[in-house]
């Protein structure tokens, strides 16, 4: 069995955390939530709102957070997500996983192939051999290469497919992006304006306690705070390849190029905004495989979208 390795553990942990100042928690009501959304730790602030009052909501969000999970979670055996990789095939596929679908779609066009979901069975490769302390061998990357490839997802309405049965599909460089997004639109139905959310990326809508955006620190891998980043009605996603790594050196990063089959990163850190996290989560990942030129020519082509952190 692939042993179970945290998607982004060092990001989740430290990077792109909403920070509120000290004296605004002293003067403005604040409630608080903190739990776990795909495996990573998650929390939100809501402003103008007493603790007391925010049960309702906070129930509302661990239940919304579950419903995704049960779609997009590959430790949930039964997961729509995890019978499409045993199955080779879902007939019933939600709504929320074909949205998403659609999103990856364009994501794989706009950055060359550099955001493919399909790459699964790699990462299954580099996790197998790394429980073993070894790597895997030029043949054996060749050999599951062949089994990746965004055109082998074959779709027809809510019915999946793969083109060929060793095929498998992770969502993991996108879906705590779009799960932050579901749970901003939650917030929005319940009538709150101003709010921050980090269900492993980050959104924030309208002020903070005190007025003025949000802000979102973003944590470099060695531990210092590369910037401070203002959102107002804006998300942010930041990824790292050695974030969370496969091997006990620590040399090979999470983040695997779907056009090679090895661990990329020209970049030890990317952090990106956009308006919903969803997009935001896939360019960050995306962009740490892809030259500056690259990056460049997807940004022209999104307006509202912003390279915050290249490092």
């Known amino acids: 069995m692939m042993p179970r390795l945290q998607r982004r553990r060092f990001l ?54 579950s419903r995704l999970e049960n779609i997009f979670s590959l430790y949930r055996p039964h997961s729509a997500l995890s019978r499409l990789n045993k199955d080779g095939r879902l007939s019933d596929a939600p709504a929320e996983m074909i949205e998403l679908l659609s999103l990856c779609d364009a994501l794989h066009a706009a950055t060359q192939g550099a955001f493919d979901p399909t790459i699964q069975p790699l990462w299954a490769l580099y996790a197998q051999t790394s429980a073993n302390n070894t790597a895997p061998t030029e043949k054996q990357i060749i050999r599951v290469l062949e089994q990746t490839g965004w055109t082998g997802l074959e779709r027809r309405g809510a019915s999946l497919s793969f083109a060929s049965r060793d095929m498998a599909l992770t969502l993991n460089g996108i879906a705590q992006g779009y799960v932050t997004d579901k749970i901003a639109a939650l917030l929005r139905r319940h009538g709150l304006t101003d709010i921050a959310i980090n269900m492993g990326e980050t959104a924030a809508l309208g002020k903070a306690p005190r007025g003025g955006p949000w802000r979102a620190g973003i944590v470099d891998p060695e531990g210092r705070v590369q910037s401070r980043i203002p959102l107002n009605d804006r998300a942010l996603a930041t990824s790292a390849p050695l974030g969370t ?58 307006p509202n979208v912003s390279l915050e952190i290249l490092i």
Not at 247 to 262: E, K, V
Not at 272 to 279: D, E, F, K, R, T
């Open 245 to 302: 790594v496969l091997d006990a050196t620590g040399s090979i990063g999470h983040i695997i190029d779907p056009r090679t089959g090895r661990p990329g990163g020209q970049w030890s850190l990317v952090s990106v905004s956009a308006a919903n996290a969803a997009l935001a989560d896939g360019l960050s990942t995306a962009f740490c495989l892809m030259t500056r030129e690259q990056i460049d020519a997807t940004l022209a082509a999104m």
């Open 12 to 65: 989740a942990l430290t990077a792109a955390a909403v920070a509120l100042p000290r004296s605004a928690l002293a003067s403005a009501p604040v409630a608080n939530w903190r739990g776990t959304a795909l495996g990573a730790p998650a929390s939100m602030s809501l402003a103008g709102v007493e603790p007391s009052a925010a049960s309702g909501v906070f129930a509302a969000v661990e239940a919304e957070v």
